[in-house]
């Protein structure tokens, strides 16, 4: 636990005050129980102060007040980690929801997002010129959280992961110093970037590729509990021959009380939506389908198939990336469909396309070679089921560990509680190696330490 005099944050609150643009909060504030607000109800973390930015220069002044106080500072984004990762205890709070602009440029086609931006703000940016970044599939997701993890989504097949696509970046290191990350910068630190996590620096602008993306055919099946193996075994067979255009995933709903619990399937084609039909008429020939929207749609519109969940709710999730949907991994999946209370669900997301064959050297992502990414997450509001969801994610997780391909999940997913060992394990020793490198120049006191922390 970080110990610093309060007279000594009082008088840094109050300089901080008259320099940035944005606000400065202390416990105790509205402004501050809204800077430290997270996806994850588990999780009740509360910094020393908080600084909302507006601009890079609040930023680099926060980072110049957390070298003064001497805190190491955590950096919340659209606050949707699973982990927390955004905010931590005893931290000093650098806070960029209020930096959410985001300039396009069809002819270029590029998008410069800033660091605080959801995807909420840039879909309908780019869309409005018939263009999308490959994103992830929830709308309020932060585009920073997503691309500096990886980034799966409906158009991974087609576009890649997120952070393949981005191309440039600029930030801010806890030396005060604004440093570029791309081919007029530091090549290098984009590879990091590019999946390998964010602390290296505070990225304050994301630019990003951009893609064609016109009207696609998409929307869920639902099946019954009882055909889940044979769905998902279905479905393995066919994203093993699928084109880039294609992309299935499942999210198998075992809790109670809220919804049905269900074999979902979502689908969505990047393609001509008469080149889906066949692919769409397979998923419904695996079983009988108990509901089925399946249709043309916008780009948008596939962005939010699965809504939006509520900020508050208790969250756990564990998984593994596997090397395959294997008959016996799918198996073992099933043996786990017991019913609990919540919103506790098994999702499936293939690793497909234009993602597995880009050159892994592009990007610190380690997890190319892998087929799909599984994981049991754990959702539900009771305090008093914390042990019940815990163990129930933490046993899919346990599931599929024979068939994963790197000891461990997707980092975007992470629990708290991963051990601090895995990052390691899970990047392998030629990139670790590399990122500690990267570490080493940016960030050697490791000043940036609530992630999946990459140390010097």
């Known amino acids: 636990m970080t110990v610093v005099d309060q007279s000594d944050v009082d008088v840094e609150v109050a300089r901080l005050s008259g320099l940035v643009e944005g606000w400065v909060s202390v416990p105790g504030q509205e402004r501050y129980a809204t800077a430290r607000r997270t996806f994850n109800g588990l999780l009740d973390r509360r910094p020393v102060l908080a600084v909302s930015c507006r601009t890079v220069d609040d930023v680099r002044r926060a980072l110049e007040s957390a070298t003064r106080l001497d805190l190491p500072v955590s950096v919340r984004g659209g606050g949707h980690s699973v982990a927390g990762h955004g905010v931590g205890a005893d931290s000093l709070l650098v806070d960029l929801s209020l930096m959410r602009d985001v300039a396009v440029d069809p002819v270029a086609r590029r998008a410069r997002v800033a660091g605080g931006a959801v995807w909420n703000d840039v879909d309908p940016a780019t869309q409005s010129h018939g263009l999308a970044v490959p994103g992830g599939t929830f709308g309020d997701t932060g585009v920073g959280g997503l691309t500096l993890g990886g980034g799966i989504g409906w158009l991974i097949g087609t576009g890649g992961l997120t952070c393949d696509n981005l191309v440039r970046a600029e930030l801010v290191t806890p030396a005060g110093e604004v440093v570029v990350a ?16 964010g602390n290296f620096g505070v990225v304050t602008s994301f630019e990003m590729a951009l893609h064609e993306r016109g009207p696609m055919f998409g929307g869920r099946l639902l099946f019954d509990i009882q055909d889940t193996a044979e769905v998902l075994d279905g479905i393995a067979d066919l994203m093993r021959d699928a084109p880039d255009e294609l992309v299935i995933q499942s999210a198998v709903r ?40 399946l249709r043309v749609m916008s780009y948008q519109d596939v962005q939010g198939m699965n809504g939006l969940l509520p900020f508050g709710l208790r ?142």
């Open 182 to 197: 791309g081919q007029d910068g530091d090549p290098e630190l984009l590879w990091a970037l590019r999946g390998g996590g």
């Open 254 to 293: 075992v809790g109670v009380g809220h919804t049905q619990p269900g074999c979902g399937v979502l689908f969505a084609y990047a393609g001509p939506p008469e080149d889906a039909r066949r692919y769409a008429d397979a998923v419904r020939r695996l079983a009988v389908p108990v509901s089925d929207d």
């Open 315 to 456: 969250h756990y999730w564990s998984g593994h990336f596997v090397t395959d949907l294997h008959p016996e991994t799918v198996s073992a999946v099933c043996e786990r469909l017991e019913q609990t209370p919540g919103l506790n669900t098994i999702l499936l997301e293939p690793l497909t396309g234009l993602a597995r064959r880009i050159d892994p050297e592009t990007a610190a992502f380690p997890a190319r070679e892998a087929r799909w990414n599984v994981t049991g997450l754990g959702i539900w509001s009771d305090p008093s089921h914390d042990d019940e969801h815990v163990s129930w994610s933490r046993s899919i997780s346990q599931a599929v560990a024979p068939w994963s391909l790197l000891g461990g999940g997707y980092s975007n997913y992470a629990a708290h509680d991963v051990p601090p060992g895995r990052a390691q394990t899970m990047f392998g020793t030629e990139r670790w190696t590399r990122l500690r490198e990267v570490k080493r120049r940016h960030d050697p006191t490791n000043v940036l330490r609530y992630n999946a922390n990459i140390t010097a």
